[in-house]
């Protein structure tokens, strides 16, 4: 069935850096859009940024645009969200997710994904 396995959280002080990756095995990345997401405690998901496989398009929230960087190669399988200038405010669960094969731009929400990384946790403090 495959799966993703998701790896690179822990604790950083305010003003760190961090990269998470995620690792697709039993399937390929191909065609298919990739999206990260968050939760912090007592807070809905919420979607931090994502990739098109159509024409690249990337797109952040807002409160992570500057900072953050998601990346993809296809070639290995993995994905990356590189994370710069982290506050208190990041501090949550990291979620990798990928689609089914689609033309479709990417989407921040989490319905257009189907296979979902077991999320790692990304604490942020002094």
């Known amino acids: 069935q495959g799966q993703l396995v998701g790896s690179g959280g822990g604790l950083v002080q305010p003003g760190g850096s961090l990269r998470l990756s995620c690792a697709a095995s039993?399937?390929?990345?191909?065609?298919?859009?990739i999206g990260w997401f968050r939760q912090a405690p007592g807070k809905e998901r919420e979607g931090i940024s994502c990739i098109s496989n159509r024409d690249g398009d990337v797109k952040y929230a807002n409160s992570v645009k500057g900072r953050f960087t998601i990346s993809r190669h296809n070639a290995n399988g993995t994905m990356y969200l590189e994370m710069n200038n982290l506050n208190p405010e990041d501090t949550g669960v990291y979620y990798c997710?990928?689609?089914?094969?689609?033309?479709?731009?990417?989407?921040?929400?989490?319905?257009?994904?189907?296979?979902w990384g077991q999320g790692t946790q990304v604490t942020v403090s002094s």
């Open positions: 039993g399937f390929s990345l191909e065609s298919r859009n």
């Open positions: 997710a990928v689609g089914r094969p689609s033309t479709t731009f990417c989407s921040r929400t989490p319905g257009q994904y189907t296979r």
